[in-house]
């Protein structure tokens, strides 16, 4: 079993910046990866970024590709995602999960979840 405790969200003007954190503990295998998604209300959950566990392959969707940046803390078994230049279309709850040994964009491929953060960019 893998647990994941996200935190690091809330409220913020366009343009501004916040850093979401996700805190694991378990049994996570090295050839997990760890991704971050986010769901935003009447839409489907959407790739936002993921890394292997390890930290060798980093990977960040189009939309987010030089605004997002995963990274994670080893000693601390903790990932993050650093959010810059916030939009409006930004908002949505973010999770956290683990797993993705099949394809670490897709969702269904992570075994493990946080119970995700709300992340709000007012315009």
């Known amino acids: 079993q893998v647990q994941l405790v996200e935190s690091g969200g809330g409220l913020v003007q366009a343009g501004g910046s916040l850093r979401l954190s996700c805190a694991a503990s378990?049994?996570?295998?090295?050839?997990?990866?760890m991704g971050w998604f986010r769901q935003a209300p009447g839409k489907e959950r959407e790739f936002v970024a993921a890394?292997?566990?390890?930290?060798?392959?980093?990977y960040h969707a189009d939309s987010v590709k030089g605004r997002f940046t995963i990274s994670r803390d080893n000693a601390k078994n903790t990932v993050y995602l650093q959010m810059n230049s916030l939009k409006p279309e930004d908002t949505a709850v973010y999770y956290c999960?683990?797993?993705?040994?099949?394809?670490?964009?897709?969702?269904?491929?992570?075994?493990?979840w946080g119970q995700g953060t709300q992340v709000t960019v007012s315009s």
């Open positions: 999960a683990a797993g993705g040994v099949g394809g670490m964009a897709v969702a269904g491929q992570y075994a493990y």
């Open positions: 378990g049994r996570i295998f090295s050839n997990y990866a």
């Open positions: 890394m292997t566990w390890s930290g060798g392959i980093t």
